[in-house]
Nanobody, 125 residues
Framework: QLQLVESGGGLVQPGGSLRLSCAAS????????IGWFRQAPGKAREGVSC????????LYADTVKGRFTISRDDVANTVYLEMSSLNAEDTGVYYC??????????????????WGQGTQVTVSS
């Protein structure tokens, strides 16, 4: 059974850092495009950062460029999102999602095949 499990969310002060993890089971992360998405209260889900199945291409939303870093550990079968210089606008539920390498790669919520349950990130003093 294919499963994605996010962890690492929590409450952090503005300017702080967090590392989110997306652990995959039932498939290998290097055979799927993996992305991080977030949804703030009252807003649509948006792409934050995505990595393609080869691991060589990465995308970042303009709002997180220079602050967030996506990475992948094929041994651990896990994708990470390192977040720094967090601000209130980064608050939301963060989800990871996967799409088979057989399909085109992008960082849009529509078309993702599998989703995790999400982890809450709250940036507040």
């Amino acid at each position: 059974q294919l499963q994605l499990v996010e962890s690492g969310g929590g409450l952090v002060q503005p300017g702080g850092s967090l590392r989110l993890s997306c652990a995959a089971s039932g498939f290998t992360v290097n055979s799927y495009h993996i992305g991080w998405f977030r949804q703030a209260p009252g807003k649509a889900r948006e792409g934050v950062s995505c990595i393609n199945s080869s691991g060589f291409s990465k995308l970042y939303a303009d709002t997180v460029k220079g602050r967030f870093t996506i990475s992948r550990d094929d041994v651990a079968n896990t994708v990470y999102l390192e977040m720094s210089s967090l601000n209130a606008e980064d608050t939301g539920v963060y989800y990871c999602a996967a799409r088979s390498y057989r399909y085109s790669w992008d960082c849009l919520p529509d078309g993702q095949q599998y989703w995790g349950q999400g982890t809450q990130v709250t940036v507040s003093s």
